[in-house]
Nanobody
Framework: VQLVESGGGSVQAGGSLRLSCVAS????????MGWFRQAPGKEREGVAA????????FYADSVKGRFTIFRDNAKNTVYLQMNTLKPEDTAMYYC???????????????????WGQGTQVTVS
């Protein structure tokens, strides 16, 4: 199983980035996919999640209206479009997979089985 994130980088406040996560080695289309982030000295937190079929999405209050999660099951890829970025969005961002549903506790890292290596986002 592999989850490979890309798209991170450095951006000024107010800017945008799109993260991508390509999955392989499991039945991607049957899994809830999530994005998490972890800043230095802080716990990993859920940012957004999307159900297996893409019909429902979930967001942390801190990113609602600014971030959008979406997926392309034909490409085994999940995306996180991040707009109006703020310095407090600076963190390592991880994608993760959970089987089979997202659930009301989608923001809990312990419920996700597979993880990528992360991509750094820095907002100044």
């Amino acid at each position: 199983v592999q989850l490979v994130e890309s798209g991170g980088g450095s951006v000024q406040a107010g800017g945008s980035l799109r993260l991508s996560c390509v999955a392989s080695g499991y039945t991607y289309s049957s899994y809830c996919m999530g994005w998490f982030r972890q800043a230095p000295g802080k716990e990993r937190e859920g940012v957004a999640a999307i159900t297996a079929g893409g019909g429902a999405t979930f967001y942390a209050d801190s990113v609602k209206g600014r971030f959008t999660i979406f997926r392309d099951n034909a490409k085994n890829t999940v995306y996180l479009q991040m707009n109006t970025l703020k310095p407090e969005d600076t963190a390592m961002y991880y994608c993760a997979a959970r089987y089979p549903i997202c659930g009301g506790d989608w923001y809990e890292p312990k419920n996700f089985r597979y993880w990528g290596q992360g991509t750094q986002v820095t907002v100044s």
